[in-house]
């Protein structure tokens, strides 16, 4: 659905290309599906509709895409891992597995936002700094400027989707964990069972599902928010003041 050699093409003369290099393979990890088929397809035009409805900034975003239809398809993921075991206990191994490496992606991908943001905005004032120094005149600070602001713009809207695609697979992976505390059977289905041989590896799938996951994303979706609100002001060759940030450290 994107790519960062299609969407975030790095520029020779981007001081922030290393950065924004690696920021794009990361988010690329997330534009891979995790569901076939029809699914898939109806993710795509969910996101598309919503990158192409506009309003982009803060939660908003998000809710936005909620109610454009990214909560439907949870069962995508686990019918195709019940398709590779029958087994319970090999069922919660390998959805801990996919899980353990989501939560590492993540790491990755937000790191490496942070570390793009953090360098951007040191762009923003480095260049403010060599206005106001007269080392640079007016209107070629104001060219530099405006060309770091288009690129972050397109490297916020790569983290905005990244950010949706993080969100449609940690329901996919909520709705397999449920399927395992209920012993394999549908949520909410009749007779359906708890607990069993595989009660502790279940439970390690559901903590890691629907707490650990939907944390980090949660707070990574912060940091996007948080970059919307700087690209605003932070380009400005008339604003004071620093907007130089630290990257957040991912464990």
Known sequence: MFGGSSTLPVDPADPCGAQRRAFAQGQNFFAEKIISGAAEGAIKSALNGVMSGGGAGGGSFWNQALNGGLAGAKAGYWEAVQQQHVDQQQLAQTVNGDIQRESKAIDHTAAAFASLRTCRLAQANQIKSAARAHRIDR????????????????????????????????????????????????????????????????????????????????????????????????????TSGSFLIQARRYA
Do not use: C
């Open 139 to 238: 209107a070629e600070a104001k060219r530099q400027l405006d060309t770091e602001h288009e690129w972050f713009g397109q490297e916020i809207a790569a983290a905005q989707q990244a950010g949706l695609n993080m969100q449609r697979r940690d329901e996919q992976f909520a709705y397999a964990a449920e399927n395992l505390r209920q012993g394999g059977k549908a949520p909410g289905s009749a007779g359906s069972s708890h607990g069993g041989s595989h009660g502790g590896s279940a439970k390690a799938v559901d903590v890691a599902a629907t707490e650990t996951l939907p944390q980090k994303r949660n707070s990574f979706e912060s940091d996007v928010n948080t970059a919307v609100a700087e690209n605003s002001t932070a380009f400005s060759l008339d």
